[in-house]
Structures are given as C-alpha cells and as structure tokens.
C-alpha cells in the first residue's frame, strides 16, 4: 500500500506511474529460471566440434575416437543427422538465400562453425569428447573484408554467388540527382564505417531439449526472443509438423537481438533429443557466443550530399555495404541492414532527391543478425556526420543545418522521398530543449576538465527510430515468413484475476508489469491482479516475439484492445445485476459502479464469481466466462529523441572519457518511466560502447581476434556517466494506448552523439574520424599527423583513418606535452 | 580416469559434505550439484562477474575457483541475502532503482555490493562517493542498465546503512541467513 501511495498515478490510472517491476524479486532472490538451471533425470550435455578454419573443405569426420571416451552416449555429424539446414527466403530477385546447415557438411565457412556434436552424461566429459573428434580439412582461401569479397576474382563463399553479394539492390534512384549535384553550391563526399559488434547478452544462447512420450511432442527450452519463430525454424528444418513441436522460453537474459533469429545449435541439439529419446542441454559458453553465434553493424556508407547556401539538402546519394558474415539468418535474411539502411538513411530530414544502393556481402565471419538498432545507429551517424560537415563548409551553425532540413512541427504526417509516411513527432523540440539543457548543465565541466589538459568537446545527434512495425510495412521487404501482428488472449478467472497470454516474449523489459499497468487500467482492477504469461508456443496465439521495439506497442495494443472486451463484458453483467445501463457503469479501484452513485459499488470479484459459479443469474449473451482475444497489426509509429554527449580527449594518451550524456526523447504515452529511462540508459551504454570500445576483430587470414571479454571490451560502470533523461509526448495515432516504441533509441543516437563530441574536441587541431569505433591509438596517430596509421587501412578490422582538414600545428595541440 | 575428492563446506548457513570431482568448478558445484542455481555464469573466464559469491566473506569469481578449493569454507550465495521471504535492503534497493533488467548479472553485482558494504562498515569508513561505487560496480559487467541503477542502488544502501547505526542488512549479512527456499 505504501509503495502504490508514492506512485505518480495520473487520474487514477497505472499507465504513466513507476510501478516496481514484477519480475524484479524473483530475479533478486536468486530464483529467476534460466534455461542453464533446468535439469531432467538421465539429461546429456551436448559440445560441438567446431572449424578451426574460416574456410574449408571437410574432407572427412571421424567421431569413433570421441565415441570411445567414457560417459560419452552419442555423436553426431550432417551426414548422420540427413543433412538439415534453415533456409532463411526473401521473394525478391536481388537476393540470394544460402543454406545454413545445423552442422557443416562438406564445407565449412567460418572459424566456428559447428561440424560435429557429441552427447555426455556431464558437459566437462562432453567438451573433452568434442576435441577428439577427427576431421579432414582442406583449407580454403579466407575471404574476409568488403573490398576483398567483390573483388572479381575472389573465391565465392557461396557457390555461383557473384561477387560475394547476397542482396543488392538499388532501391531510390532520382535521374534528377548527377544534375543537382553538379549545380550544388555545396557537395560533400565521405566515407562513414562501423565496426562489426557483438550484441554480447550476459545470457549466451542456451537450450534444453526434451521428448515428450504423452504429448507426442518435442519440447524446447531456449533462451529466445522469438519462440514462436524457433519452432517454425525446429519444424521446417526437422520436417516435423509445427504441433509437434513446443518452444518455452523461461527468463532470458538478455537479447539484443541476437535472440529474435534462430541458430542452428539449438536446432540440432532439439534434433539429438528426439531421436535419443533423452533431455539433451547445451549452454553456450562465452568463446563460442563471441565466434560462432551472430555479430552486427559491420557497415561502410560511400555517400555524396549536395547543400545550398543556406545549407539545406539538395540530393544524397549512398552506396551502402554491409558485411554479413557466411549466412542468412532465419528467419530475417541478410537483407535486414541493406534494406533497413537505404529505406531510411534519410531519417528526419527533408531529402528532394535520393538515391541508394545497398549490398549485403557474405564473408567467411560469422553470420549477422538484427542487432539493437539495425542500421540505424550507422545511418544516423552519416547523417549527423554530414550535417556537421556541409555546417563546416557553410560557416553556419550545425544545429541551425539540423532545423533547416527537418521535418518541423506543421509538416506532420510528413511522406518522405524513400515513401514512408512519419506520424507526428518533436524533432525540433526536442533539439531546442536538448541544446538549451546543454548551456545549462555541460557547461560547468569544462573548465575543470580543460585545465588539466583535456580537450573537450559536445556532439549531438537527431533521429527518429520507426518502431512496432506491423505487416503493413514488413510486407515491404517480401519476407517469405513476413512478421508484424501479435494476439493477446485476456481472461478473468473466477476470482477476479487476470490472466494475459501474449506472442511477444520479455527478456528484461519488465512486460510482465507495463503489460499489466495497460490491462489494469482497462479492467479497474491493481496490476498485482494481472498475471503475464508469454514465451510458451502451447500457450499463445502464433506471434512474432520481442525485437524491433515492438512489444509494448503491438503486443501490448493487442492486449488493451482484448482487455477491452473484457471491460465491456464485465460492464454488462454489471449492469444487469445494478439495473442498469452498461454505458453508465465505470469499473476503478476493483469495484463496478454506476457512474455518480457510489453506493451501487460491486467488486468486480463478485462478478467474476457470478459469471462462473452462478452462471444462470446472467442472460445467457452475457455467461460462459470473461474473455476476449485480440489481435493488432499496425503500420508502424516513430518515436524521436536528441541525444547530446561530451566527451574529453587526452591529447598525450588518446584517451577519450564520456563526462556528460543528456538526452530528450519522445516515446509518445509513456507507460512506465522508470522502466522507460532504463531502456534508454542501457542503450546508451551500447552506443558509447560501439562508438569507443567495441569491435570483433577477424585477422586478415580470417581468425578470429576477439574470443573472450579481455579482448572484446564492453562498457563498465566506469567508463560510463549518468544518462540524463527528459521525456516528451506525442501519442501515437498508430498505437492503441498512445505508446511508441523505444527499446533500440539509446542505442540508435548514442554512436553519431559521441563521435560528434570526438570531433568537436579535436576540432582545434583540424582532425575529425568519420568511423566507430574512435580508439586512443588513432587519436594519437591523428594529433601526430599520421592520419594513414591511425586507422589500419586495409586491415579487416581498420576502419579508416582520420581526415585532417587542416595541418595539425603546433598551437592548437592543446595541452599536448 | 576422474580425480574425486570429498569436501564439507558451509554454504548460507547450512553444512553440506560431498564428492566432487576435483577439475570442477565452485560455479558448477554450487549451482549443480548444491542446487544455488542463483549464481550465474557469465564468462567462465573470469571478466563479467557474474558468478561472483562471497567465500570466507571475500568476493569470488567462482568459474575461477575450484570447487574443492571451498573445502572448509564459508560461502554465501545470492539465495543467502534475504530474510526469508523478505528482500534485504540491498536487493530492495536495486529494485527501487531499477538496478536490473534481464536479472542475469543481478546475483554477481549483489554479492559484490554486499561484500564491499560490509568491508566499509568493518573499517568504520564513511559514506562513499559515487565516483568509488561506479570503481567498484566496474567489476562487473551488465548488458542492460546502463549501471546507473546499480550505482544508485548501492550509494542508497550505504547511506540507509550509515544512517541506520548497524545496518540491518549488513548485520544479518554477517551472519549469514540460511536459505529459505532456494537450497538443496
């Protein structure tokens, strides 16, 4: 009672309060259940012999002398299995699908691939068994970068796989363009990259497989984001009927993305289950999540952008390629950044002419998947880089380049040249309270900071993040198993409790509470009263997961629109049982009332009992239960923020230190702030980490350089600062509680904010980076004038060196010893 | 040919004797063959901190340790923090904070806290900075905070705990509560 009293209800209603998380003291007390802690009688543990090689030829395997250790049951290869596969399809003529087998046959593509799995009574004498596993290689050439694979005489990683590009597709292309950019006063060239990143939940992937004699049924335990979608991806590649298969996820820890597409491990180890007839587990352990699952974000952008005077966009023109890795992944495809990237790369600002072309470019890494923000966070640092530039150029001010080109308030809903259709946001808005927040709270560091020899600098970043995308838009990328709706079954039970059911699948979050804050409101009953339950295939509707920023909106649509029902249903019977008219009965605070006589209050308990115990007192439209199911499929709505970051730089060791993070976002309706803020700082810290730490090295034969947390670097605590965080809020008109998405947005500006804030802190001395992430070693190279080391040209991991616009001299290397 | 040795050990209160074999792990020993499934891992190497308990009241990395390494010992795990039913202060905090998210790193950061907390009492230390939480809390990995939560959550208990004389957290902590409900 005390904690529901500090809460900020607005009128009365859970939507908009903190409510304490629901998952949270389960989580606390040590008794979360993870997939790692399920444990079955006679239970085997699966390893996997992996390639050495990024690529080869398996020649042969010999599993006999892993099969003659003790404790080990079973060993499996391609051949033994019939040579499964997932086959992820686009129905577009620009795309190549590529197999992905669940162990490699007679080929492998990347260091890690699985070509064998052994099954132990205990996962030490598993792993022990899988290093005995013989196999003939024959190494193949290692085609490891962009360039590289479309070189015409490169080694295809796929057979009749031309020039190594598995989409490309040119997808805008205004004839006007070649013209304007001739006349443009102004045309800037550049060259933008991110590194390839790794989603790196704390949770690596994880299942545990069982048969089911009575149900006839397999039955998978997996860390997912998209349970519905990992037992398409069982059934299709077994060649078992979808009934036959149940997919639960307990909690899961952690996502990103590398959760909503389904791999092939998983697959094979449900596959050993069902033809063991044991429980099977396989936890994946940190070398194998770093090297063998899914990475992201390895993007270069060529692009030219032509201004006027006044510095508004005439034209942009992009060669987009993205470097994917040896597979597709199901069931999302390698298309997923190329068309992300050049459908949306012009983001909020108003762009006359526009052309785009985007490649995916299969390698011999480990494939990719939709990681948080999906081409975003890289399209949003081009634009934010360019605005910078053509402001440079201009002599303007680069966030007067910002508002000039914007989409500004009166010009909503706003159809942009790339046909998407932006509902109403606060991009202005929010850059003018963010830059006037800047003037307010950044400015007392500096001083301090620059004093000690620092250089210091502000960046900021503009986006908008489409969010909750339903059919009507997924259907634009001709999917063959093309996501967007969600169903939600809401019922009371007899005790006036609620039970959801739901598609989507949390993993950390909080649904289980923002789901509840919603149907609560609906129903007037406390969101103590509604239980979630999600990530059961036996359970829900079919749906489509958590990923994309698309729960609250659609799943939790789904379920305001289902709770609806329910309200209306319980108004009746209400009105029956008080004589009168279910327009005017009002349920809050778990009564029915007549709206105005407080006397007549009837707790909704007593008319869930009725409903169910005494259904003969209720006319029978009104009997049988209190539950509805619903579905919702919307288009899709735009959440916006500004992210503002400095940073300072240490001019002898390179070293760069966020100090400040502000940023202003408009999420329409918020359901829960404090979960909101959380989803916002946790993405910034993924931001900052891909804009100063984070990279998957590959060597240039194709090994992989980063196999454990001492060589790939996540943020910690103390490479971060407080995030500080205002709300705006424009309601969506697309979303059925007002809500817009915003799982990825911290994520999305984070990159474009601190790399701003770099290159406004080496400003004085003429140097700026147009790639992520910045290490302290390109600093120094840079401010030493050695702008072709600083960034490893031609080095798989390089990502480019630094532009010096001017000579770097001597008096602007501030504080340089 | 495995290398089997028999242990005792204290683990939150409650005396367990076993065989274990001598290669394995603390972390799968107590999450295994103990049954403390509240400790995580993360890693396995020894970096995310994930599976951070407390032995002899010292943070650990138990995917670093053997488990016969615990022979002897006192461990506490994250089963062992609260009352009963009732959250401890610290874990109360971070979920008034919004210390967690997914709640998979959440166990390591909690014995960390606990841990430190219970040394600055030891040594009559004052209030901390947020500067020498954020040190600490760096640790330790989380994918999904964001740390801020974290930090708040651990500045709130050391503060409550200082103002409070004898923190009732750190007191019981000290002890070391059986568990509840989460043993073998």
Redesign the interface.
Known sequence: MSRDARLNTRAGRWVGASV??K??????????R?V??L?RAGMLHAAFARSPFPAAEVTGIDTSAALAMPGVTAAFTAADLGHPYLIAMLERDEFTPTRMPLLAGDQVRFAGEPVAMVLAADP?AAQDAAELVDVDWRPLDAITGIEAAQDSAARQVHDGLDGNRLVDLTMFDDPALPGIFAAAPVVIDAVFRSARVAA?????RACMAEWDDRDQQLVLHISTQVPHQVRSGVAQALGIPEHGVRVIAP????G?GLKCVVGREEIAVADAARRLRRPVSW?E??QENLTASFHGHEQRYRVRAGFDRDGRILGLAAEIDCDVGAYSAFPFTSAVEPLMACTELPGIYKIPAYRARGRAIATNKAPTAPYRGVSRPQLVLVMERLMEKAAAELGIGALDVRRRNMISPGEFPYTGVNGISYDEGSYRESLDLAERQVKETFRNVTPAAESGGLMTGVGYACFSERTAYGTPTMSQRRMAMTPGYDTALVRMDPSGEVIVTTGTCG????HETTFAQIVADRLGVHPGQVRLRQGDTDLASYGWGTWGSRSIVIGGGAADRAAAVVARQLRQVAAHLLEASADDVELAGGSARVRGDAGSALPISELARIVHFQTHRVPEELRYGLEARASFDPPGTFSNACHAAMVTVDPGTGEIRLRRYLVVEDCGVVINP??V??QV??????GVGAALLERVRYGEDGQPAST???DYL?P?????C??QITHLETASQFSETGAKGMGEG?MIGAPAAVLNAINDALRPAGISFDHVPVLPAEVCAALAGDAVAAGEPGGPGGMGGASAASAVSGEHRRGAA | MKDIRQIRLRVNGTEHELAV?T??TLADML??DLG??????????G??G?CTVLVDSAPVRSCLVFGVQADGCDVR???G??DGEE?SDL?QA???H?G????????GF?MLAEAYLAERQAAGAGEPTEAEI??L???????????????DAVLATARARLRSGEGRGAGRGARGSRDA??GP
Request: glycine content about 16%.
């Open positions: 304490p998380r998952e949270d003291r389960r989580m606390l007390l040590g008794r979360g993870f790692s802690d444990t030490y790196l939940p704390l949770e690596g909690d899961v820890g952690g990103f936890i352990d940190r993993h950390g979050q909080g404090m979960i803020d959380g700082s946790g993405g910034v810290a993924q454990t947390l001492m996540a910690t605590a103390a490479e971060l407080p995030v911290g | 074999e290669r394995r999450r295994h403390y499934t509240g400790t995580h891992l993360g890693c396995e190497h970096i995310c994930a795990t994250v089963e923090l609260a959250l874990q971070f979920s008034d919004h967690l998210q997914c709640g998979f790193c959440t166990p909690l954020r040190e809390a760096a640790s330790n990995l989380c994918r999904c905070t964001g740390y801020q939560g974290i930090v409900a989460g």
